[in-house]
DNA sequence: TTGTAGGCGTTATCAA
DNA sequence: TTGATAACGCCTACAA
């Protein structure tokens, strides 16, 4: 900038006024001053009117895996939103750990982020140290965190497993089983307590059937195959999680057996299965636009408690949770 | 930085030598620095060292679309090999649009990231005044851009197609036709070029059947429909990428016909669909991996021509590719 | 309309 | 082993 003023003339401070748009340049020297930019290629230190003004204009998400199409999709509205406010994004990945997510955390504190938007790896308290005093604003995303409330925006785990499960009862389905993802996992835990609860509100019949992951093949290939051959076979199943939908169903494709299925999350494809397959929908592009608006309320000085958003859930009805024998026999059509 | 030097009774620089753990401070007066850091929560503010510096520890990875999981999958692994070497990932998306681009392209030079992955979204010449002046090191990925060579990293768009006709052919298919994404893109004219010269060196019958996007769902429907009713019809479709597979098998879902297929792009539940997809795979870790591994020895100084690797693809071998007549008849096993 | 001085928080240099 | 001082490039405040 100094090497502008030079060129042109004039003072930095004049050059500053002039890259930023600010009013009170005389035309001319305005138009002197972009030829001098424009000729030896000047281009803003970032870094420098950072320093001083104190924003970084950046925002971070942290989540578990950018490669799980629920997160990326996720990563992509939070850079969306963050573009259009002016924003940069800065994606990181803890892996799952705690450990790890600490020091991306410090990591992106250090580097002085306007906010973050998070997936919490673990359940520590929200009382991380290092993030309250930074004051930098948070939102977690899909799972809360323990101790005082954060802002927080989830989707209605309960919600969707009870429409799973009146979707499956209303085609006339009974025994219904619930295979959840690894119970460390707080989404997980939910749903299944959901499903217990459901369960037993409705009187449903027998014992409640739950397993919880991690599934190995052989593991879930055995368990479908004992749940069919029960005196009174379990008809349907509920999966907790994507990952357990495929492998349910890679597994019933091996044992053979065909049971009522809901899944939970949409995926691709799910349409073009044999029976296609119905899911619970949860939107990752609204909860990432959600945690966007909430993060900018507080940056922009909101101050009221924090608040928890449940995003709804949306049953994607397709052919497989019919009731078995309701299907019509395959290649019906001629 | 200056509140724990006076609280330590120590100069600033005495703290920046703790903090960086410069060597050079007795272990008592180190240990009482780091007791006032710790008491007064001290964070080092990375915006000041950067301007110091002139490095940023940070890349940047501009893409289309980061929901795509082709670019996710890319976007993860970059991310990952970034973290590896102690730099943060800035995520930016184009949407498609070279304006778009180029704006991006300058707000990260701004920030003076130390290094770009790009998936360049027009075939704008690589001479982009404002990041060749900058002189950030850039490598591109998955398309090339025009002009001057650049460090790129690409998939063997001839050799999946390739291996794509050539199982077909070994599976009996003679008549293949080809399903292309929208001719603007580069890969999408790679994979139709390679195909027509395949098509031609195997001398296989009749004039190349192609179609490049974007495919309407009542286009593709009528066009397979058309393909199908011909004398000798044709047996098998090749199609372009993962986008235009699943266009392709709905239309065939809805057609009712049933052809051979190979998909460009491998996608999760390739394997459960009727017939399972054979696919022509290419690995976006791997591409990741490689251009950030490129990036790094630029900014580790070298200095040797531009380079275009060009990462293999692997043929994922299902039922798909099979002549039909071959195939089981459905519910073979009772 | 333009310019000057000072400081943001850190590190590099050089001196003690 | 430690410290004083000057940058890094920009913006704010104030003055001319």
Redesign the pocket.
């Known amino acids: 900038?100094?090497d502008v003023?030079e060129e042109a003339?004039?003072?930095?401070?004049?050059v500053?006024?002039v890259?930023?748009r600010e009013?009170?340049?005389?035309r001319?020297?305005?138009l002197r001053v972009r030829g001098v930019i424009d000729r030896i290629g000047?281009?803003?230190?970032?870094?420098?009117?950072i320093?001083?003004?104190?924003r970084t204009q950046t925002i971070a998400l942290v989540v578990e895996d950018l490669a799980n199409p629920f997160y990326s999709q996720i990563g992509a509205a939070v850079e969306r939103e963050a573009r259009i406010r002016q924003h940069q994004l800065i994606t990181a990945s803890a892996e799952g750990s705690p450990t790890r997510e600490r020091v991306v955390l410090e990591g992106l504190i250090n580097r002085r982020v306007d906010g973050l938007v998070v997936v919490p790896a673990g359940e520590r308290p929200a009382t991380d140290p290092t993030v309250s005093a930074s004051g930098t604003p948070i939102v977690y995303v899909d799972r809360p965190v323990r101790g005082e409330p954060c802002d927080t925006v989830i989707s209605d785990n309960a919600g969707g497993v009870r429409s799973a499960v009146e979707h499956l009862v209303a085609h006339g389905h009974r025994r219904i089983a619930f295979l959840g993802d690894n119970a460390e996992f707080w989404t997980a835990r939910q749903r299944r307590e959901a499903f217990v609860s459901i369960h037993d509100a409705l009187g449903l019949p027998g014992d409640t059937r739950v397993v919880m992951g991690p599934h190995s093949s052989e593991d879930l290939v055995e368990r479908l195959g004992a749940w069919a051959r029960e005196r009174t076979p379990v008809t349907a199943v509920i999966t907790g999680n994507n990952r357990v939908t495929l492998a349910a169903l890679h597994a019933m494709r091996q044992v053979g057996v065909q049971m009522g299925l809901v899944g939970y999350d949409d995926f691709e494809l799910a349409d073009l299965i044999e029976p296609s397959v119905t899911v619970v929908h949860q939107d990752p592009t609204s909860i990432g636009q959600k945690a966007v608006l909430q993060l900018f309320a507080r940056l922009l000085g909101d101050e009221s408690p924090a608040q928890t958003v449940v995003m709804p859930t949306r049953l994607i009805v397709r052919e497989s949770g019919r009731l078995l024998s309701s299907l019509p026999p395959r290649k019906a059509k001629p």
Chains 1, 2 share one sequence.
Do not use: I, Y
Not at 9 to 14: A, F, I, L
Not at 23 to 26: E, F, I, M, N, T
Not at 51 to 54: A, E, K, S
């Open positions: 900038m100094a003023a003339h004039v003072s930095v401070k004049t500053s006024r890259v930023n009013p009170g340049v005389r001319d020297t305005e000047f281009m803003r230190h970032d870094g420098a009117r320093l001083r003004q104190g």
